[in-house]
């Protein structure tokens, strides 16, 4: 379904917020209207949400994984893991914290790339999605929590 989106801005500005707005949603043309003081213009698009792309459709799944339901928030799990850091401790449960919290919030590059310093740590044999793993393991240590 599509919708119509509405801006007014200064003629300096029609480019750079066209451009972002083209890479947030799907639009078709821009149709511009001078405002009535003429200092401004008046643009209208129509436009469509993206469709999803893997890496969406991925981050979503991890985000409400049952893994995480009692799971720190960001902030919350983000002062823990420096706070272990600033101390020294960067042991499996600080790495799987850490391939969690990525998994939850970061590409999946990042996600990804953390998971993999978890699975050589546990010199696990993961040849299928290493999220998934992070997944699986954070599963297992929060249930005996």
Known sequence: MSFEIRFICAPADMVRIST???KAFQTGLFRSVPTRDR?????????????PTPDLVEHERARTHAAY??????????????SQANEGRCDREWWLRRAALADRFHTDEQAVYIARALITLDG???????????RQQYAAWARHQ
Request: aromatic share 8%; no cysteine.
């Open 69 to 82: 339901a009692d799971a720190p928030g960001q902030r919350e799990e983000m002062d823990w893991l420096i």
């Open 39 to 51: 200092q401004s213009r008046r643009l209208y698009v129509t436009a469509d949400h993206l469709a």
């Open 124 to 134: 696990a044999d993961v040849t299928d999605n290493p999220r998934d793993y992070v």
């Open 20 to 22: 972002v707005l083209g």
